[in-house]
């Protein structure tokens, strides 16, 4: 019998995620400070990251994802969306919808220092 690695890839389920970043070494410190997120590099054009969801990483190009745009958009879950909205803002993320209600729960949007858009929701009530 062969022990199963419950962090192995699973067949045709997502895997990872790649994002274009204009300026790799803003973007990967925004989400370390903001997000305690840690990054492989693999030369000056990529930089990865790990154990977030779903792992990823972000490529050299100036292009963005944006809803506008009608890319995709990540979205993560807090437990306290304040506090996460306020530790986005400090890392230098710039909101770009205020915390909002819909139904199921709560959210905010944001860039990301190479522009990307990502967004934060709770389905907790403001603490």
Do not use: C
């Amino acid at each position: 019998m062969t022990d199963v690695n419950p962090l192995a890839s699973e067949h045709e389920k997502l895997n990872y995620v790649e994002f274009a970043a204009s300026d790799l070494k803003a973007t990967s410190d925004f989400f370390s400070k903001a997000f305690a997120w840690e990054f492989t590099w693999y030369g000056d054009d990529y930089v990865s990251f790990a154990n977030q969801g779903l792992d990823g990483g972000f490529y050299k190009a100036n292009l963005r994802t944006r809803e506008a745009d009608g890319g995709a958009i990540l979205i993560f879950y807090s437990s306290d969306l304040e506090s996460s909205m306020q530790k986005v803002e400090a890392a230098g993320g710039k909101i770009t919808k205020a915390i909002f209600s819909f139904p199921g729960g709560r959210r905010f949007h944001f860039h990301e220092p190479s522009g990307n858009e990502f967004a934060v929701w709770s389905d907790l009530e403001a603490q």
